[in-house]
Every structure is written in structure tokens, then in C-alpha cells.
């Protein structure tokens, strides 16, 4: 028997997805409206684009706020996430803006909370599409910083896409503005002793995603940055 948490359609208006976006006007649309359509609740925050993304992410179902300025992706998902709770969201999803992240690993994700506060999706448990051969070892050695940083052990380190409990969301709130959000997340995971679950999904990287995100020596430098010094 399917739990309240995975029966199909079940409760998903109660699950707000978020969405940090920053120049993505090429793609927005298509991955706001996809995750919309599949009955999630979506909101979408254009961190300061200088083109046209705040207007391509207006589409039914889909509510977009704007940061003035660009203030990173750290507090693109944290006003999000502000704005979910004030919804009354009982689950909040991240999910990339640059078409990398598959919309139907959200329902396993969500389904996870029912065992768990926080679910972590691993592209080095389920699979990874368009990736080079460099790009897979750098990924791989950022888990290996993170773990041995964190004192965690995770098959992935910074997969954003990820799902928790709006309960905990107070003790996961961001203040790293910019990409070591990410490692800071992790850190509070585990001092707030919560309970997590990695779960497979597929990430695929375009050549669009590729030129956008951070590049593999990119994450490790945020590792040490955020670790060694810490704001």
C-alpha cells in the first residue's frame, strides 16, 4: 500500500518546488512549466537577471518573485523558501533552473520524508548524462573534500536538488548568500542531527547547463572556502 506521501497526486499542492534562476530566460519556461504541470506548487526567483527571465517564468501555476539586485544563489532558494512557509507548504523541493534536474525524481524525493527530514538527491547513485570524463572525476573529488570537511559520508556533495520537511526548515536556514550554501546545508544537516536519505536521481548536463553552473574546481574551492572560513 502507497503512503499518504507517495500516492500519485497526493498532497503535491502542499509541496512548494523552488526555484533559483539567474539568466536562464532560454529555459525557464520549459522547466517552471513542467514541474507546474505536474502538480506542484512552484515559485520561481529571478536572483537579478539582466535579461528577460522573470517575464519567460510567468506561466499558469507558477509564482515568480524578483531580487532586485543579484544576491547569489544561496538567497535566490532562501526567499523561496520564505515564501513557501508563509504558504503553508508541508514540503519544499529545490530544483536547478538550468534544465539539468529531472522533474520526475520529485515524487521519490518527497516520498522519501516519509522516513526521513531531508532527502538528498545523488547523481552518483542514479545516473549522469552529458558529462565528460574531467568533469565526472572533479565531482567526485569534491565528494571526497566535502566528506572528509563535513565528517559526513555522502555519495554526491552538491546536488541541489534536494527535498525536506518545512518543519526543519527553520534549522536549515541559509545565510551563505552564494554557492557555498550548499556546504552550509550540510553542516547544519548534521549538527541539527537530522534524520536524511540519499536518493538516486538523474542529472544531465547540456551544453547550456555546462556553460551556466559552477565547474567542478569551482565546488571545491567553495568546500574550503566555507569550512576555513566560515561566515
Not at 536547478?96 to 534536474?101: K, L, V
Not at 570537511?149 to 541559509?174: N, Y
Amino acid at each position: 500500500m502507497l503512503s499518504e506521501l507517495t500516492t500519485p497526486g497526493a498532497h503535491r499542492r502542499d509541496t512548494w518546488v523552488v526555484i533559483a534562476a539567474f539568466n536562464e530566460h532560454s529555459v525557464i519556461r520549459e522547466v517552471a512549466s513542467a514541474v507546474a504541470d505536474d502538480g506542484w506548487s512552484v515559485v520561481v526567483v529571478d536572483d537579478g537577471s539582466r535579461d528577460d527571465t522573470a517575464q519567460a517564468a510567468r506561466v499558469p501555476g507558477v509564482v515568480v518573485l524578483r531580487h532586485a539586485i543579484n544576491l547569489g544563489q544561496g538567497a535566490a532558494l532562501q526567499t523561496g523558501i520564505d515564501y513557501a512557509l508563509r504558504r503553508g507548504a508541508r514540503n519544499i523541493v529545490t530544483f536547478d533552473a538550468d534544465g539539468q534536474h529531472a522533474r520526475e525524481d520529485i515524487p521519490a524525493l518527497v516520498g522519501a520524508l516519509a522516513d526521513a527530514e531531508i532527502a538528498l538527491g545523488s547523481r552518483f547513485l542514479g545516473s549522469v548524462e552529458g558529462a565528460r570524463r574531467r568533469r565526472m572525476l572533479l565531482l567526485r573529488l569534491a565528494v571526497l573534500v566535502s566528506n572528509r570537511l563535513s565528517g559526513m559520508q555522502l555519495t554526491d556533495a552538491h546536488c541541489g536538488l534536494r527535498a525536506f520537511r518545512a518543519e526543519v526548515a527553520p534549522r536549515l536556514r541559509i545565510t551563505q548568500d552564494r554557492m557555498a550554501h550548499a556546504s552550509q546545508l550540510l553542516r547544519k544537516i548534521k549538527e541539527a542531527k537530522l534524520r536524511l536519505v540519499e536518493v538516486p536521481v538523474t542529472v544531465r548536463y547540456t551544453a547550456h547547463s555546462i556553460q551556466n553552473g559552477q565547474h567542478g574546481l569551482q565546488a571545491i574551492r567553495i568546500l574550503f572556502d566555507y569550512f576555513f572560513r566560515p561566515t
